[in-house]
């Protein structure tokens, strides 16, 4: 595909005052000498990758490949959700045991990882490269790289990378812009969590660039008949607590396999219930594992999650308990008298 070189639109630069523009070029200048100096990169985002982690990874490999002349790779652990099948760059990411596990990198770039056991098993992969960019929009504590561009009032990391790209002058292509549109579309569920304009300001430069909605949303599109009836029957079989205020669905081991992603869709129709202020889908991933995702309309909700070791955004966040599904549902139920 031909490359494009992007010009500012007035609304980007407007979002950015002009000290964190300065702030973010240099930075920048110093990650494009790493670049050319590196050999080898990887690229590596959260376990089992969402939208925004997928396609940041994709879009920033790309970059490097359009600037620097040098292809990363891009690995993972976990699964990659069925949804995310048709964007761009999706064949070439790499599970990590396929990786030759003698290979090092001179430099590793985390994406949307929150912390350092989120990445999984490409952590190993990431402590041993010489040098670590991170680019994400989480709290973090702990923040393993030496290079950051972290920003928690971000809407996703493709936002971040976005800002990076316009920032630095990199060319660009349109399978880069839809992936950067996928990660900021997806990890704003469709825009209904957004917290201010700079994310909408900057998908209408995506889309003055080309970008089309209606043709993001068609390759979103892609799931599995299986699929569709799993997250039905969970949904059906939710329950309700507190005047219906807390809507609860639960996915056995039996039916996890089925489940694409984080379970979005049962997220969203649950919320769609009239009266429901939170939402919490329990997944069994092992005996013993359960995942924990929560939503919530107006509230905070992430320092529940916090409770179990997760984290993540007020109003969208998540966990991994290692319990039963039914201690972990009573646990759950108990937390919410005091919300």
Same mark, same amino acid.
Do not use: I
């Given at each position: 595909m031909n490359t494009t070189?992007?010009?500012?639109?007035?609304?980007f630069w407007k979002t950015l005052p002009c000290n964190k523009v300065k702030q973010m070029k240099q930075k920048l200048e110093i990650l494009a000498e790493k670049i050319r100096n590196a050999h080898s990169i990887v690229i590596a985002g959260h376990k089992n990758p969402d939208g925004d982690s997928l396609c940041s990874m994709l879009a920033m490999a790309r970059l490097i490949e359009l600037n620097f002349g040098k292809i990363p790779v891009c690995v993972y652990d976990g699964n990659i959700p069925d949804y995310l099948d048709r964007v761009p760059g999706? %064949?070439? /990411?790499?599970?990590?045991?396929?990786?030759d596990p003698a290979q090092t990198f001179d430099m590793a770039i985390i994406v949307d990882y929150g912390d350092g056991a989120h990445l999984g098993g490409a952590l190993d992969i990431v402590r041993a490269a010489d040098t670590i960019v991170e680019i994400d929009h989480h709290k973090n504590a702990n923040p393993l790289g030496q290079i950051c561009f972290d920003d928690d009032a971000a809407a996703a990391a493709g936002q971040i990378i976005y800002r990076m790209m316009r920032a630095a002058g990199w060319r660009t292509d349109m399978d880069t812009l839809d992936l950067l549109g996928v990660a900021m579309l997806t990890?704003?569920?469709?825009?209904k969590f957004v917290r201010d304009g700079a994310v909408l300001r900057d998908?209408? %430069?995506? /889309?003055?660039?080309?970008?089309?909605l209606r043709d993001l949303t068609d390759r979103l599109n892609n799931k599995t008949r299986s699929t569709i009836l799993t997250e039905s029957r969970v949904a059906s079989r939710?329950?309700?607590?507190?005047h219906d205020r807390l809507a609860l669905a639960m996915v056995p081991m039996r039916d996890y396999k089925y489940l694409d992603g984080r379970g979005d869709v049962i997220l969203n129709l649950l919320g769609q219930i009239k009266n429901v202020e939170y939402v919490v889908l329990l997944k069994q991933q092992k005996e013993n594992q359960i995942g924990i995702s929560l939503r919530s309309r107006t509230h905070p909700i992430n320092h529940i999650a916090e409770i179990f070791g997760g984290g993540g955004h007020l109003y969208a966040a998540g966990a991994v308990a290692h319990d039963t599904l039914e201690n972990v549902r009573a646990r759950i139920i108990e937390l919410f008298k005091d919300v």
């Open positions: 070189d992007v010009s500012p639109h007035s609304s999706r %064949d070439s /990411v790499r599970y990590y045991e396929k990786l990890d704003t569920g469709h825009f998908m209408a %430069d995506l /889309v003055d660039g080309g970008v089309s939710a329950e309700f607590f507190y």
